[in-house]
């Protein structure tokens, strides 16, 4: 025993010790490997690839010849990485030599996207949002960056309202969540929430985005989904756009220069009579309208001339001093034929110029930039001149100290006109007859009663309506990399947004007619502070790698206007409101408004395929009621990496497929301030000053609340040549405020409640392929977009008409946000010329009782929903097409399922109610028995199918235009290098070159800009068309 | 212990700072407006809801006009006519008595009458921050106010009283404490007639006795007992209506103008007018004007006047001269003046009230012998002097003196008259409740007047 114990401890002892060995050997088996990086499809080496080894943090970079060496032991994974690429896990064996093949990252998923408050990879990201490059953005020839956004993102829609410089624009994100509310994403620059109200005071609305930079843009991201903006609570509701401008980098400086220069037309015209006709038509309308009051009053036809009488009068009249007149002094014709639309527009010429540089170095780093842009546009007396600085750094104080500030100053002059529904804004021109000289014996111009209306082109000679808006936005911040993993960020941030005016209105203008002149000046500025602090803390554990933050961020806002008028001016020539004889008015107001907040997020990773994010907001502000100070806004999202696994590696046509979902809660608080509170007003009596109650306490008012499920999948085939996504949603938004009826006994007659809700629901499709790859390339992108809108709760209430007579936007439960609701058009009686509506009798179940059966009484129609003026389709395609230095970028965008209401049809289709020029279309008009046409019998005076509340007036919203068309030459460096350029291009580039719809208007891309909101919109009264330009130019870059 | 050091010392300071910005960014105070916490805290700012309440009562929808021109409209058949039939349909649905209960004058009047009971309310709960001294004279006026107000719901809104019944007839909801939240306690129903009555009689007491003789344009305790009179005589209460008319003659603080036509038209009130409401030069207007005048004076006539008007009164009489030809229509003179005050309350229609009363209850008189009040007013309209009155003689008088302004159709209904085919207790002569308010008020839904 003793004997054989001994040898048997012998042989153990030896095994442990040649086991150790071996151990100690393996351990010892530390060896160089090394390799080379380069790409899988050119083969080329990737030069400055970085080669990491999983989970030391030991990094190397490849040299010129993409090689690299490292000291590793067997069994561990190298990570290579290189932008542009997608990073690649190699496992080291026994081999000295691992080279890596890195696939061309075509769908970016190594790039960081901006989430709100951090960065996370686009692969790892379980939300839904979308990131622009700023290069994308570049040379688009828009005045403000709101429409260059145009068709680049799935789920939003952008629409501009008309064709004026600066005009608003409608931007929504997966539809309309709102009456009263704003459905305006939260727009945030360079972590500053701005101010995106219009300000000024006079004329058509101007842009907030105006005074915000277009150039030197880094990129944007649009947080789409609930559980992304959740992140920003109570404003989160309607997705949040993030802009952030270029910083500089560590290297040599880069100056960038381009100027621009082109033209710009309206993109289309609409055909209105010339004078001929409209003398013909005319004559025959008022016939018709004489005849009819012969019946009306029982008379032989022929007996009255009532109507007749007026038009020659009226005839001889508008054609002033081209009147040709016979003997008896009877009206002939007209010497002139003038076309007016002709006069509303010009051709406008634009210039445009950006300077930049970036540089820095490790320490420091800068980027600034100027820009300068004059655009004319295409009405007349209208165009804009802006300019903007802008300079940003950024400084490496010390391993533990990052500091930075960026500042921009943005100016923008713009010489305004009038909304769309004042007689002096230019396309209202359209309603004068072409009979009418536009000036008159004395070259000065008519003017009523010579023309018809008031004479538009008084007010492009004699009223001078100057807006200057600007804006500065200053942030610093300074962070604390406390130690490894734990970060404290700090930011202040500063958005100075004011608007000046002077408008001066001449003797003879429509506002200074009666009181010699008139003139106001006017000042609005809203005045925004913002701070945040966020600990940021990476940390791991076991597999589950964590980045957590945590957050507290305030902004201040004062909204401020102050404004005074005059008249009786001496001369037009004395400008300012110091030389009124009279000062007649003057006022000034003040609001404040406030958010306070504390956020948190923890995204977590496990294995690299695991995702998951949660988040949650605490917030309050000034807007909500003391029994609802504060609302808690979570949004969680999971996302699984499904080519992560294993089991997929076989599937090698399949590069990338990740599976997502999340849920979140988002607010909406863009309304009035003090809208909760009880509130006193002044009024006066025997002019001592009193105050009287005005508004009832509502301590429960509160945030708009909106609820959305969002779910889909990313993917790639064939190494990400084709990738894309689809995601479908489902957003409920509750607590929407509506105007609620009280008993008037209570002293007050209506409240504000959370009582409404609006569901959105649609699916988003995104798509980028690489077609041909090689020295001849060719992209493509497509996105496609359909949203439903419901109505759900309109509280106490099922319908919200405001349309009067001439507007037919409602809001009713069951059917999209501002539907159409008048009268259905039946066409044309062929016996008698009068114009027919469906009766659509309803019975209780609201099922129509009497369906074709038709009435030639408006008031006997009833009214139905007669469509949507919001698309429900929206897309775009981009094609991108590459060859040596060339580049063809166009795309096409769409909308689809829309209509729009020609509301100022019933003044120029009205087949001759009035005497408003008509359009060509209107010469269909029924003449005799049995004629079958669509436009009822001309009848002056005799309202015949002009009723605006009807299915007549409205027209197919669909289009597709060519949106954006560039082509560049980029000169080769080999050539430029020599005169010490480093990049010289040369470019064209067209908007709105082509416009494909069946829209009888101008442009279906309108909104009436006198009348924008939740439940307006899709309304054309004299709006002008979108420009259609084109620009030159050249960039240099040193 | 590094970690939680460090978010000790930096989330703490952190979130102390945001809490010190709290009020600041939560709850800043709006600027063109005042908060209610604010409004009613200081003597001056009570004083001054006091005076909004003024401003509210001064509507053209109720005493800045419309509230006698309602009356007139009601009350008229023969006498008057409305023109603008078709394009301002709605006060000519008074003239034709066929209301509809979506008729927005009678809403107007309903909601504007409520704002300034909501208005008083709110000065009534705050008496307690006006100084001591000047306690009294703002509750007088504000409890003047809502009696005023409620006095005319009850008559326009209600069957008439009848005196000697029991007047549970549904009269209008009694709101007597401010409205600060809508919550369940708001949806009130109507009152009794008598409710109403009695706390108008309260409200009007205490006035009387909290007011001072001189105010002013405001209420005083001459305005308070004058309106008491006419609520005593409305009710049929002739010896409480001949004591309080009797009150404010021997008060001596007013007296008849010499020329009747003096009374009218001006921007300042009389000696005759016990109160008015004023009209501010120039955001105001004077709507009975804006209906009964000429377009020369800032009118819409509206209203033109007929012959058989004219024939009531006497050969000689002054008041008749009041009416001047426009256009070929017959026009009001009372009404000329578009910043004229409203006459509210004058001295005649005491003495008219004194010598009905009177004459009604028979000796031993208060104050004067009915013949005696009658020939002050009867006199002074430039006709000799009577040596004796019957009742319908002051009637009679109570019509030319008191014309065109908002009396013909409450007496109509206090004397048991009638108006045409509409007897006095018609519910055609009473307003709807207004249809806006049943249908956002659960506690009115079965309450709506008889004929709606």
């Not at chain 1, 001339?305 to 054609?319: G, P, Q, V």
């Not at chain 1, 009206?331 to 076309?339: G, I, P, Q, W, Y």
């Not at chain 1, 909500?624 to 590696?649: D, H, L, R, Y």
């Not at chain 2, 307690?128 to 005319?152: C, I, Q, S």
Request: contains cysteine; charged residues 20%.
């Amino acid at each position: 025993m003793n004997h054989i114990g001994a040898d048997f401890m012998k042989k153990l002892i030896a095994v442990i010790i040649i086991l150790s060995g071996a151990v100690l050997m393996l351990d010892a088996q530390q060896k160089t490997v090394t390799g080379k990086v380069f790409c899988s499809g050119t083969r080329q080496p990737l030069a400055g690839a970085e080669v990491e080894i999983k989970g030391t943090g030991n990094t190397v970079k490849t040299d010129e010849g993409g090689f690299y060496s490292l000291n590793v032991q067997e069994g561990e994974v190298l990570i290579f990485r290189c932008s542009g690429r997608r990073s690649r896990e190699i496992t080291v064996g026994t081999s000295d030599v691992v080279n890596a093949e890195l696939d061309i990252d075509y769908a970016g998923l190594e790039n960081d996207i901006e989430t709100g408050y951090g960065l996370r990879r686009k692969s790892k990201i379980t939300g839904t949002i979308t990131k622009i490059e700023g290069s994308a953005l570049r040379n688009i020839p828009v005045t403000t960056v709101d429409i260059a956004l145009q068709g680049r993102a799935p789920g939003l829609f952008i629409g501009q309202v008309n064709g004026k410089v600066a005009a608003m624009s409608r931007i929504m994100i997966r539809g309309t969540s709102s009456v009263y509310a704003t459905s305006q994403p939260l727009f945030i620059i360079d972590g500053i929430p701005i101010s995106a109200e219009s300000v000024n005071f006079s004329g058509a609305p101007v842009n907030p985005f105006t005074t915000v930079i277009t150039s030197d843009i880094e990129s944007v991201e649009i947080l789409r989904d609930a559980s992304s903006a959740a992140i920003y609570g109570a404003r989160g509701a309607n997705g949040v756009i993030i802009i952030n401008t270029r910083k500089g980098y560590s290297g040599d400086t880069r100056i960038d220069f381009t100027v621009r220069s082109g033209f710009s037309e309206p993109s289309r015209l609409r055909e209105f009579m010339n004078a001929d006709e409209y003398v013909t038509y005319l004559r025959e309308a008022a016939k018709n309208g004489d005849l009819m009051f012969d019946r009306y009053f029982g008379y032989e036809p022929g007996t009255i001339t009532f109507c007749r009488d007026e038009i020659e009068n009226r005839l001889k009249t508008y054609s002033g001093w081209a009147a040709v007149i016979n003997n008896s002094g009877r009206f002939l014709r007209s010497e002139v034929s003038t076309d007016w639309q002709d006069l509303a527009f010009k051709k406008g010429r634009i210039w445009s110029a950006d300077l930049s540089a970036r540089g820095g170095n490790e320490k420091l780093r800068y980027s600034a930039g100027s820009s300068y842009l004059r655009n004319d546009g295409i009405l007349v007396s209208n165009g804009i001149e802006k300019m903007s600085a802008r300079m940003r750094i950024d400084n490496k104080v010390s391993r533990l100290i990052d500091l930075g500030f960026s500042l921009s100053i943005n100016r923008a002059g713009i010489n305004q006109v009038s909304p769309d529904n004042d007689y002096s804004s230019p396309l209202q021109l359209v309603a004068q007859a072409p009979i009418t000289p536009p000036r008159d014996e004395n070259d000065e111009l008519s003017s009523f009663p010579v023309t018809s209306y008031y004479n538009a082109l008084l007010d492009v000679e004699y009223t001078s309506r100057k807006i200057t808006e600007y804006r500065s936005l200053a942030n610093g911040y300074i962070n604390l990399n406390i130690m490894e993993g734990l970060s404290w960020k700090n930011e202040v941030g500063f958005d100075l947004y004011s608007n000046k005016e002077n408008a001066r209105y001449g003797e003879k203008t429509m506002e200074g007619l009666g009181r010699s002149g008139y003139g106001f000046a006017n000042q609005g500025q809203n005045q925004n502070i913002t701070g945040r602090s966020i600990l940021l803390y990476n940390s791991r554990i076991n597999d589950i790698v964590l980045n957590s933050l945590l957050g507290a961020e305030f902004q201040h806002t004062s909204v401020e206007t102050m404004y005074t008028e005059g008249e009786r001016f001496a001369s037009d020539a004395l400008k300012t409101i110091a030389s009124a004889g009279w000062i007649s008015g003057g006022s000034s107001t003040l609001a404040n408004y406030g958010f306070l907040a504390g956020f948190f997020r923890v995204n977590a990773d496990k294995d690299g395929k695991y995702l998951l994010s949660l988040s949650g907001r605490v917030e309050g502000s000034s807007r909500f009621g003391k029994n609802n100070k504060c609302g808690f806004f979570p949004g969680i999202s999971a996302g699984w990496i499904i080519t992560e696994e294993k089991f997929m590696s076989a599937v090698s046509f399949l590069s990338f497929l990740k599976v997502k979902a999340g849920y979140g809660i988002a607010g909406n608080s863009g309304f009035g301030n003090y809208w909760h509170l009880g509130l006193y007003n002044s009024d006066n009596y025997d002019d001592v000053q009193g105050l009287v109650p005005g508004q009832v306490a509502n301590p429960d008012l509160k945030w708009e609340s909106l609820k959305e499920i969002n779910g889909g999948i990313e993917f790639g085939f064939i190494k990400d040549r084709i990738s894309g996504e689809i995601v479908i949603y489902r957003r409920k938004a509750t607590d929407i405020l509506l105007e609620e009826e009280i008993p008037s006994m209570t002293g007050y007659q209506s409240m504000i409640k959370n009582s409404g809700a609006i569901q959105n629901k649609g699916f988003e499709f995104g798509l980028n392929t690489i077609n041909k790859t090689g020295s001849f390339e060719w992209k493509t992108g497509l996105i496609f977009s359909f949203n439903r809108n419901e109505v759900l709760s309109l509280g106490r209430n099922n319908l919200l008409d405001f349309g009067g007579e001439n507007y037919m936007n409602v809001a009713m439960t069951g059917y999209p946000i501002g539907s159409f609701y008048g009268a259905e058009y039946a066409g044309v009686d062929y016996n008698t010329g009068d114009a027919l509506w469906y009766i659509n009798e309803k019975d209780v179940n609201g099922e129509i009782i009497n369906p074709g059966k038709t009435t030639s009484n408006f008031k006997s129609a009833n009214y139905v929903i007669l469509g949507n003026p919001n698309p429900e389709y929206t897309g775009a395609i981009t094609n991108t097409l590459s060859y040596r230095g060339f580049e063809l970028v166009f795309t096409f965008q769409g909308v689809a399922g829309n209509k729009i209401h020609l509301a100022g049809d019933r003044w120029m289709a009205s087949n001759g109610f009035w005497v408003d020029n008509q359009l060509k279309s209107q010469l269909r008009s029924w003449k005799t028995k049995g004629d079958i046409t669509d436009v009822p019998q001309a009848r002056l005076l005799w309202e015949n199918g002009n009723q605006s509340r009807s299915s007549r007036y409205l027209s197919d919203g669909s289009y597709l235009k060519l949106r954006d068309v560039a082509l560049s030459y980029t000169v080769p460096s080999g050539i430029i290098s020599k005169l010490n350029i480093r990049n010289l291009q040369l470019f064209v580039q067209g908007r709105n070159l082509l416009t494909i719809t069946r829209y009888e208007g101008w442009d279906p891309e309108v909104s009436a800009d006198f009348m924008v909101n939740n439940i307006f919109s899709g309304i054309d009264f004299y709006s002008a068309p979108q420009p259609r330009t084109v620009i030159f130019g050249i960039t240099l870059g040193f | 212990m590094k970690k939680s050091i460090i978010l000790t010392t930096v989330v703490l300071p952190v979130m102390a700072m945001l809490m010190t910005a709290c009020d600041w960014l939560l709850e800043p105070e709006p600027s063109q407006s005042v908060s209610e916490e604010l409004a009613l805290t200081t003597d001056a700012n009570v004083k001054s809801v006091l005076n909004g309440a003024y401003s509210l009562f001064n509507e053209p929808g109720i005493y800045g006009g419309n509230i006698l021109r309602n009356a007139e409209l009601l009350a008229g058949n023969g006498e008057i006519k409305w023109v603008n039939e078709e394009t301002y349909y709605e006060p000519y649905e008074f003239f034709t008595k066929t209301i509809s209960a979506e008729n927005q004058e009678v809403y107007i009047q309903w909601r504007d009458s409520y704002r300034v009971i909501n208005a008083v309310n709110n000065v009534l709960s705050a008496l307690d921050v006006v100084k001591p001294a000047d306690r009294t004279w703002v509750e007088g006026e504000a409890l003047f106010l809502r009696a005023l107000v409620y006095f005319d719901l009850v008559r326009f809104f209600a069957l008439p009283y009848e005196a000697g019944t029991i007047n549970n007839q549904y009269g209008v909801p009694l709101i007597l404490k401010p409205v600060r939240l809508i919550n369940d306690e708001i949806y009130k129903g109507r009152n009794t007639v008598e409710e109403v009555y009695s706390q108008i009689i309260t409200d009007l007491g205490d006035a009387a006795e909290l007011l001072p003789d001189e105010n002013g344009i405001f209420a005083t305790r001459g305005a308070a007992m004058a309106l008491l009179a006419r609520v005593f005589l409305q009710k049929g209460d002739y010896q409480n209506a001949r004591y309080a008319a009797n009150e404010v003659i021997s008060s001596g603080k007013y007296s008849l103008l010499p020329a009747y036509a003096d009374i009218f038209n001006r921007n300042e009130p009389t000696k005759e007018d016990i109160f008015v409401a004023k009209i501010a030069y120039p955001r105001e207007y004077n709507a009975m004007t804006v209906s009964f005048s000429s377009s020369a004076y800032g009118g819409y006539g509206f209203i033109e006047i007929l012959d058989g008007h004219i024939n009531i009164y006497p050969s000689g009489d002054k008041r008749a001269e009041m009416f001047y030809m426009d256009n070929g229509a017959l026009r009001c003179g009372k009404w000329n003046n578009i910043y004229g005050c409203v006459n509210l309350i004058r001295l005649s229609e005491m003495f008219l009230i004194r010598a009905e009363c009177n004459l009604r209850l028979g000796p031993p008189y208060v104050g004067a012998s009915p013949v005696d009040d009658y020939n002050e007013v009867h006199v002074r309209a430039g006709l000799p002097a009577a040596g004796s009155v019957i009742l319908d003689d002051i009637i009679l008088e109570r019509r030319c003196e008191l014309a065109f302004e908002g009396h013909r159709i409450h007496d109509i209904k206090r004397l048991k008259q009638s108006i045409g085919v509409w007897g006095y207790k018609n519910p055609k002569l009473v307003f709807p409740v207004p249809a806006r308010e049943i249908r956002n008020n659960p506690a009115l839904q079965s309450q709506q007047n008889a004929g709606y």
